[in-house]
T-cell receptor, first 115, second 110 residues
Framework: GAVVSQHPSRVICKSGTSVKIECRSL??????MFWYRQFPKQSLMLMAT?????????EQGVEKDKFLINHASLTLSTLTVTSAHPEDSSFYIC???????????FGPGTRLLVL | GEDVEQSLFLSVREGDSSVINCTYT??????LYWYKQEPGAGLQLLTY?????DMKQDQRLTVLLNKKDKHLSLRIADTQTGDSAIYFC??????????FGAGTTVTVRA
């Protein structure tokens, strides 16, 4: 069964609004989650590492004030795209690492369209 | 950072074997993965191999790793129409971060 869920699966918003995307690990605790974005027909680019109980670590070139990450519990990380613009339209995917398991499991992704 | 390269497209006849190739640059990579992505969906982990292994087989999937040449391949035996998808090679660094290739679009024709 699914290991990771994301909500919503699709969202359309107006330019200038903020959008929150949730990533949940199902039935297990995840101290570390990753957020990626994927443009059409392109690969995944790591945006940030979400650490439970501490600040997220952002990759070079990713604006931390633009993409707010909150990892408030061991099963939930949220990504908020603030003041969204059309160029933020993308497919956002989270992943989790299970303790003691050398793999990353990915969520089903959230399609964001900013008009 | 890590550079991971894959060929972009592969067309294969149903029932034949598919071979997807991947090269990477970081010799300290510990784990290497193959993921499958169908249209509009997230990534599905297919298989992975630890860097001290040369080969791993799991049903129709065979992973070969040539660590000296930094070359990874995925062979899909008896390719079916349901295997049509994008396949990503990913390499893990010591901090658990994954670097992905651009993805190989596999098209299975009847």
């Amino acid at each position: 069964g699914a290991v990771v869920s994301q909500h919503p699966s699709r969202v359309i918003c107006k330019s200038g609004t903020s959008v929150k995307i949730e990533c949940r690990s199902l039935d297990f605790q995840a101290t570390t989650m990753f957020w990626y974005r994927q443009f059409p027909k392109q690969s995944l680019m790591l945006m940030a590492t979400s650490n439970e109980g501490s600040k997220a670590t952002y990759e070079q070139g990713v604006e931390k004030d633009k993409f707010l990450i909150n990892h408030a519990s061991l099963t939930l990380s949220t990504l908020t795209v603030t003041s969204a613009h059309p160029e933020d339209s993308s497919f956002y995917i989270c992943s989790v690492i299970l303790a003691g398991v050398e793999t990353q499991y990915f969520g089903p992704g959230t399609r964001l369209l900013v008009l | 950072g890590e550079d991971v390269e894959q060929s972009l497209f592969l067309s294969v006849r149903e029932g034949d074997s598919s071979v997807i190739n991947c090269t990477y640059t970081d010799s300290s990579s510990t784990y290497l993965y193959w993921y499958k992505q169908e249209p509009g969906a997230g990534l599905q982990l297919l298989t992975y191999i630890f860097s001290n292994m040369d080969m791993k087989q799991d049903q129709r999937l065979t992973v070969l790793l040539n660590k000296k040449d930094k070359h990874l391949s995925l062979r899909i035996a008896d390719t079916q129409t349901g295997d049509s998808a994008i396949y990503f090679c990913a390499v893990r660094s010591n901090d658990y971060k994954l670097s992905f290739g651009a993805g190989t679009t596999v098209t299975v024709r009847a």
